[in-house]
């Protein structure tokens, strides 16, 4: 049970003296607080025996004075440096855990789905961050309080009369382990419930217009009334035990406080006990509860943060694919040369190569076309060059070093991606453009801007460059994001721009704009377009065709026209289509 307190030593060890301080005050405000009822036990004894002089009276009204005072300085200083550690905890955990969620790759991304891990990273995280709060005052106060409240109630006051009363509390103590695994239980099924309930909310809005373009929207809205109504049951069974689990409770305290006072009674008839005794005694006997359940909660809280902390120990165990050389070597600040040298590669897991035997030479200045049919390993080959995966055999050298003995960040800094699936993040416009250069000037986004062909979408937006888009640029159309992604690319000005079938969604004309734009702009820089449409690869200096990993054609255009092989025949296809599409038009 306590190994959690093993697992997160490392915190502790760091703050030792946060806790030893917390934990000093901790017991200094449980000594006060058992103080109280014996000044009040003085005072009645006085009233009652009628020796009660107007000093003593002050004497105990300064009394009570200082413990309030003392009461709520050692309860601040506890309380906010434990609570204090705590929300250092769970900042310090979360920040090592986004950290590496940034270092994984691919392969972890496609292992975990994000719901799991937005929950490992919070509810999951808040959890191990308890254990290092509340679970320490109630591992304190369930020992040392319970230890101290029984001893002044069998020392000062009388030890038949405190075995007698306790009788009773064991139910008490079986009350919480009981209910309160029962409570555990029904309160992990209502987060399950949630938690699904959560995934198809969020799959229904994203979803919403498939929904609507099959009229599924009654199936929807009745998937998403039961998740509901068994988010709804699981939580009405919570509170059914939980509104069980205090009744019960102050049940068991009121049949101990009812033998207290008739035994106590008793004993004061016998002269054995005096008044004050017998009233500050059931005070004891009250305080007594929050200890007991400060005990089950330990309990539980050690459970849950120990298997909490499994599991985001889980995701920091996982190393990516890809591991950073010992002793990297230097790249160089400029792109010179790109050599692909018998390129082998398949997908961890997986039997079959996506790509076989690839020779490449690209230079500074150059523009590289990759085509070929669905499947056939483009994106596999540029996820390779952005050093996403190990290759199984041959290499890739930047400048003559192997990009697996350079550092990973190095090898990346040469790249600008536009990926096929456009990500817009909240925020303006402008910000998603100047996404890769905060720094950049107003004079050099309106330069992306006109060279993305975006200058023509921004007039159909209502606040221009502030307008807001959404998570996932729901205002905007497909074309309108491509655009918005080349203009980050232009601005970052990359020494390798990579295209991966980056220009699917705009028209022909402005497929023809950019990429004239591109050509002229980056004269000197290097380019790596994957294409579909092949008028996109034109005019590249050299064009691989890919057929089930392999490269089966190799040229400029026209050496491939001249070939009539699977380039000229799709080539002519295009063509065809657009001209039809062209004369439709007309
Ligand atoms: P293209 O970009 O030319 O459409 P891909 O490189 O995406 O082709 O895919 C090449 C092959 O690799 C396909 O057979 C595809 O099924 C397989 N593949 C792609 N991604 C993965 C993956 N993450 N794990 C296993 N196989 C994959």
Redesign the pocket.
Known sequence: MFTIFTKIGWFIKKHWWKYLLAVTFLNIASLISVLSPKVLEYGIDQIVNKTLTQKTLLILVGCFLLIIFGGYISGYVWSHLLFGASIHLEHTIRKYFFRHLLKMD??FY?EHVVGDLMARATSDLRTVAMTAGYGVLALVDSIFYLVLILAMMFFTIDLRLTLVSLIPLPFAVIVVKVLGNKIEKAFSNARNAFSVLNNQVLESVSGVRVVRAYVLENQDIERLDQSAQAAYDANMRVFKIDSLFGPLFRTVFSIAQIIAYGYGIYLIFNQRLSPGQLVSFTIYLGMLSWPLIALGDTVNIMQRGNASYDRIQEVLNEYPEVKEPEAPKALGQTFESLEINNLTFR?PG?E?D?LKGIFLCLRRGETLGIV??????????L?LLLKQYRPNAGQIRINGVDIHEAKTEEVRRFFGYVPQEHILFKGTVRDNIAFGKENATEEEIQRAIDLASFRKDLAFLDEGLDTLVGEQGVTLSGGQKQRISIARAFLLDPEILIFDDSLSAVDGTTEKTILNNLRHERRNKTMII?AHRLSAVEHADHIIV?ED?QIIERGTHEELMANNGWYAMQYRHQQMLQDEVVSVGD
Do not use: M, W
């Open positions: 691919r392969k496609e997908y997986s079959q996506v070929g049919k669905t499947g056939s390993g483009k994106t596999s080959l996820r994957v890919l990993g």
